[in-house]
């Protein structure tokens, strides 16, 4: 059997305007309704569902793998947007990106929190020094 992610509900506080930050940024497609969600498509069939809510939101972590050229891409409009960005998603190292596993990696968050990443080689991929 070969087992995939579908999709993910992503809480948010506005619904329309967060997928559209996420898609925006990512240059995915403009998000689509499917009944209560906002839904992001993304290139591997995964969709992120985001649905409002009136309760606090837990910040969650969501990581996209991108090519360098696309990392350059999102990487630019993050800086253009002024967003705050850091190399750990921690928030340690600001201002800074990150060379593990011989690629390159950022974090950023969206406007309810959530720690977004772009990475260009997966964990344990690549060089362990850096």
């Known amino acids: 059997m070969a087992v995939q992610l579908n999709h993910t509900i992503v809480a948010t506080s506005d619904k329309i305007a967060n997928a559209r930050f996420v898609a925006d940024l990512l240059g995915l497609p403009q998000p689509e309704p499917f009944g209560p969600f906002m839904c992001v498509q993304t290139s591997n069939d995964v969709t992120l569902d985001y649905l409002e809510t009136g309760e606090e939101i837990n910040p969650q972590h969501y990581a996209f793998l991108v090519t360098e050229g696309e990392f350059d891409e999102i990487f630019a409009?993050?800086?253009?947007?002024?967003?705050?960005?850091?190399?750990?998603?921690?928030?340690?190292?600001?201002?800074?990106?990150?060379?593990?596993?011989?690629?390159?990696?950022?974090?950023?968050?969206?406007?309810?929190?959530?720690?977004?990443?772009?990475?260009?080689?997966?964990?344990?991929?690549?060089?362990?020094?850096?």
């Open 77 to 130: 409009r993050i800086q253009a947007q002024d967003l705050p960005y850091w190399a750990d998603p921690g928030h340690h190292e600001a201002g800074r990106i990150n060379t593990r596993d011989g690629g390159r990696g950022v974090y950023f968050d969206d406007p309810d929190g959530h720690v977004l990443e772009i990475l260009t080689r997966p964990y344990g991929s690549g060089d362990q020094s850096s």
